[in-house]
């Protein structure tokens, strides 16, 4: 996601980067300022023994320990659907970013087509999180969540990597737009409103 925007910024934080940060690492080995945040410090021990290219800061999303425009882009890849104040964090997220800053930001979608084929395949309707999860989203929930603080610039399909006759023909159709709104997991990009 971010080497086609590579040319807009120069520093990235980061948020929930867990114990291995790769989008962050691809992004340091590009030769950009990275500042990696996680709550958890055990997460970020293993992260600092794997990254030497990134900066390391133990914080809370809602509460960053940044000043306001600090960076140019943030990263925040399957964090909030973990957090129980998903609105701070992108709050957060806007105020350490400066004017027109890039967000690029994933969460797991709440529709996605494994769990829309085990629903049919099974007869079982009712919607079961991932362990660990607070919520999962929809596409209209994560412009609901975006839009106070970010204009969505680019929507990007996420496949499962299935194979198989059946397999690999979803997974086309979600890799080429077609069937997007089934994708593993939903990722745009934002732009900071100013």
Known sequence: MGRNYSTEFRSILDVGCGAYPSYALDIARMGKMVVGADFCLNFLRIAQRNSSEINFSQANATQLPFRDAS?????????????????????EIARVLRPRGLLFFTVPNLWNADRVINMAKTRQFTVRLFEQHIREYSPKAVERLLSPWFRIERSIPVGFGWTGRFGSRVDFLIRHRVMLRLSKSIAVVGRKRT
């Open 71 to 91: 960076f140019d882009a943030a990263i925040c890849s399957e964090t909030v659907e973990h957090i129980e104040d998903d609105c701070a964090v992108i709050a």
